[in-house]
Every structure is written in C-alpha cells, then in structure tokens.
C-alpha cells in the first residue's frame, strides 16, 4: 500500500466550513481547528507542484518525497523540509 499526502487544514469550529490559508487570520485562534486532512482543492490545503518546482527545484522535491518516510505512510506536507534540503 501507499500513504498518502496530507496538507494543513483550517476549519471554523462553529460550522466546520474550510479556510484558506490567507483566510485563517481573520478569525482568532480558538476559532479555528488546525489538522492534516488528504490534500484538496475544496480543502484549501493543496500545493501545487509547479510552484514548488519554481521555487525550489524538481530534484529538490523528489528528494523531499523519498525522505519523508516509508512509502506506506501518510506524509504531513511541510515546507520546511524542502528548505532544509536546499
């Protein structure tokens, strides 16, 4: 079996409706619950690929993607991984 990606996500605790990243500042803290859900474009947790290729490199990112764990577990996307590799 394969893991699977998994993004931050940003969810209103009143009526669990998603945020975008850029949304989540307006609202307080204690507002919103934070997990890792499966990457998705309704989520709002998605990264896109070539942003990241753009950024930081094809090889970089396949790096990141071999080293984040075995192959049967989720991985929880960071940025900061790909930054220490650089």
Known sequence: TQGMVKGKTYRLKSNGKYLFPHE????????VNVAYDKMSKSKGN???PI??????????????????????????????LLKTIV
């Open 24 to 31: 989540r500042g307006q609202h307080s803290p204690d507002e």
């Open 46 to 48: 998605g990264v896109h």
């Open 51 to 80: 942003e990241v290729i753009d950024q930081y490199g094809s090889d970089c990112l396949r790096m990141a993607m071999f080293f984040y764990g075995p192959i049967e577990k989720d991985v929880y996307w960071d940025d900061a």
